[in-house]
């Protein structure tokens, strides 16, 4: 038997097509690579969510001379979120990014191990997180869960 998974996302020009609010949770994004600390890739990049009680919280990755101790910045936004505000769900995410000395012109996507540790969020709270991808300018993606950046993703469902 053969099956077809599929799923479908928006792809606008710019971030100004962008709903107001969509615009400033990526520009907050944008803002939050400002502190990353990727002195080995020299890749920085933030991450920023809007949560259901109204606030907008960052992360951005931070690496380590051990590299697989570093955390990428949606990890490091969502253990932020899951210690300070656990009752909060997450409705959007944003990502973007800062390479240096490159362009920063087209939408970035997620590790796989952030993939899972979002499709874990939308599990744990019952409720889809919209993810917006983007650089500091040109094309954004916007995805209307995070499940769809994983398909067939572990969800725990095995354990119980």
Known sequence: MQKKYAFEYELLEHA???PTADQNLL???I??????YAPYSNFKVGAAALLSTGQIIIGSNQESSSFPVGICAERTLLNSIGSQYPEATIISMAVSYDP???PSIEPISPCGMCRQ???DFENRYHAP???ILAGKSGPV??????SNLLPFGFDG???K
Request: proline share 3%; hydrophobic share 65%.
């Open 16 to 18: 100004g097509l962008l």
């Open 27 to 29: 520009q907050a994004a």
């Open 31 to 36: 803002i939050a690579t400002e502190s990353a």
């Open 100 to 102: 240096l000395n490159k």
């Open 117 to 119: 540790s979002l499709l």
């Open 129 to 131: 997180i919209k993810i």
């Open 141 to 146: 993606m916007v995805l209307p869960s995070a």
């Open 157 to 159: 469902a095995i354990l």
